[in-house]
């Protein structure tokens, strides 16, 4: 029977750096993905946010497109009755206009309109014609697209620690298929991953932690 060769203290250091080095890469795989989850989850609910706030968009818009046909109507029955002459009618309605209607209304009476050829065509191209709506409408959307935005970029870093499970999986691999190897492929294998593991804390420590 052929004598077993004896291992070399040398050989027993490259399996002890073995040993740490998957010991290391799977703390950091187990690490990365648990990260890679938080920050997906969080893409996730800024997403569900952006939804809901372009809804919120859209009702404010068509609040404010309904209102728009309300003071339109108003507005020509005001303008009916000035014509002719149901003074009283007139000021029923205009006491109806609401708020921001009846501002822009003032506001375009006092270009005198009858006698000034400048002056604008309806209240409605006034400057003072605002509907709180649209002005809630055009903030949630600019909100929806900034949330949107952030969950893109909340995404991205999920997918780069995803990345980093798959790096710190090979040298895990690596690690391991380094013991059944011997000088000088051993070593070789685990000088490779050792530089990807490095590799690898240089792309973690890139990052933003949750």
Request: hydrophobic share 50%.
């Amino acid at each position: 029977m052929g004598a077993t060769k004896k291992e070399s203290p040398f050989d027993r250091w490259v399996d002890l750096a073995s040993v740490i080095l998957i010991s290391a890469a799977t703390v950091l795989t187990a690490w990365s993905g648990y990260e890679a989850a938080r920050w997906s989850a969080l893409q996730t609910r800024q997403y569900n946010e952006a939804s809901s706030q372009r809804i919120a968009s859209a009702v404010a818009t068509g609040r404010a497109n309904a209102l728009v046909v309300i003071d339109v109507a108003t507005f020509l029955e005001y303008v009916n009755a000035q014509a002719a002459g149901r003074d009283r009618e007139r000021n029923f309605i205009y006491q109806r206009f609401r708020p921001e209607m009846r501002r822009a209304v003032d506001a375009w009476l006092a270009t005198k309109p009858l006698t000034n050829p400048a002056a604008p065509s309806t209240p409605f191209a006034m400057a003072r014609y605002r509907l709180h709506e649209n002005e809630e409408a055009a903030r949630l959307s600019a909100l929806a697209t900034a949330t949107f935005q952030t969950a893109a970029a909340r995404g991205e870093i999920g997918d780069a620690f995803v990345r980093l499970t798959v790096i710190f999986a090979a040298v895990s691999f690596l690690a391991g298929i380094s013991t059944k190897l011997r000088s000088p492929y051993h070593l070789c294998i685990i000088v490779t991953g050792f530089g990807a593991l490095a590799y690898g804390l240089i792309l973690m420590f890139q990052l933003p932690i949750r």
